[in-house]
Structures are given as C-alpha cells and as structure tokens.
C-alpha cells in the first residue's frame, strides 16, 4: 500500500523545515514545497499550486508574508477550495494570535468541511536570530518600533513539534492549538539575555513606528512590508495578547522552552557573532 503524502507549504521557512525534518526522520512520506522546490508552490502564481497538492493527504500551510494581510482570506479561499478538489483531508494551518486577518483566514479553514488544525502562534523568538532582526543583535543596536505590551516568545522547534502532532495524531482533529512560551518578556529583556550570554554590548533602542518607518521606506523596504510591521507593532503588540497557554504542556507532556534555553542553545551556534 502507497504511504499518504504529508506537504509542507513554506519548507524553507523557521516552521517548514523543521516540520518537514522531522516528519521524514520519523519517517513518513513528506512533499516540500516552496517557490524553489522541484515541484513549485508560490502563493502569488495559483497555477502553481495544483501540481503541488497532486496526491497530497495531509498539508502543513504557512501563508507568505502574513495572515495579516488583505490577500490572505481570498487566497486561503481558493487554497481550500482546490484542496477539496484535489481530495486532501487534513490540512494543518499557522496563524498569528491577535490579528483580526488570521482570524478571518481561520474561519475559512474551520468551515471549509476538511479536517484541520489550527496552530496560532505567539511571537518567534527565532526572530532574533533567522530573522529581520538578526542584523541588529550581529550590529549591537536591535532598533525596532516601540513596542509596549509584554509577549510571550515561543520556540520555533516547540511549534514544530506541536505541528507533527497535529499531522499525525487523529486526537487532535478539528482543535485550535494557540501556543506560547512560558514567560512574558520585553524586547529589551530579550536583547539584555542575548548580551549577557554572549558577553557582547547589545541594546534595544524602541523608537516611534512612523519614524521607524520612514527609515525603512528610505531603504526600500515594499509598501506592504511596512504596513504588515506596522499591523503588528501597533495592534497586535498592543496587549491583548499579553497571557500564555499550557497547550504546548498538554499537546507534547512537557513544558514549552524557555527563552534562556534558546538563547544558550543558540549562542553556541556564533549566529550572533559581532559584526566588526
């Protein structure tokens, strides 16, 4: 008998290729797709995407920039609609907590008849070391929009391994998984961590979105890249999402990592090498 394929939507991504490591080291039969895959999948060329889902089971989907943004509900849309044609029964969908567009993303899944799981993540705290801010911890300024509320930074291997859960585990079907780490923390107390670990002088500066901004517009950053920073910044970062979950605790039986794990674990890699 043909083993069920499991795609991976993003394989190139923080989430996507550690889900996809660890589907194939634990041995089922894996589909990564992204833009540069033998077989393409891009989310901006829906040509792309019937090849891709041909034969597929199960679908791991990370939406490229964000759930946040306008296009993403008419593109989750037509992703759902083709993956009933294409008779795929489970898909598995990463989303973003607090965003009014993820959510209207979410309903689309929920409602779509298929089997699904939703997996609506707090921020990464591989954002500070795979991510738009590495640059500044490597620099020793991380200058980022002020950011007010407290956030609960999750561990992207958690989130990957609570995604294989949700592919694999039939006692997790049709359930929303919002996952966090364990603690609240500032941005300045993530940079502080990373500088006392690593013995460097790195500090956060937080200055006024719009100003941040129109830096990163000097620089070229696209139109839609500077409202997605600024979705986020200014109303996901506004405190509704300041509290964490057990779900990683109840989902794996054991405790999300800590941010002090991550970083030590991270240091040793010398990502955060000061830049001379």
Known sequence: MEQEIIAVIGSNGKTGVRVLNKLEDSGYVTRGLSRSTEIPFDWTKRETWGEALEGVHSVYVTYVPDLAVLQAEEDIKAF?????????????????RGEEGAQRAEMVVKESGLTWNIIRASWFMQNFSESFML???????????EAKALEP??????IADVVVAALTRIDLNNQLLEIT?????T??????????VTNQSIVYKGVPVD????????????D????????????????RNEWTTNT????????AKNFGAYVERTYKSGVWSISN
């Open 187 to 196: 941005f300045d107390d993530c940079v502080k961590a990373i500088a006392e």
């Open 135 to 145: 640059d500044g911890i490597q620099s020793g300024e991380l200058i980022l929009p």
């Open 248 to 255: 990683v605790e109840k989902v794996l039986g054991r405790s």
């Open 153 to 158: 930074f999750i561990d992207v291997d958690d």
């Open 211 to 222: 100003a941040y901004l129109a830096g990163a517009k000097a620089q070229g950053i696209p």
């Open 80 to 96: 759902v609609g083709l993956a009933k044609e294409k008779q795929i029964k489970h898909v598995v969908l990463l989303s973003g």
């Open 181 to 185: 780490g364990p603690e609240m923390l």
């Open 224 to 239: 839609d890249m500077a409202w997605l920073i600024k979705e986020l910044f200014v109303n996901v970062l506004d405190g």
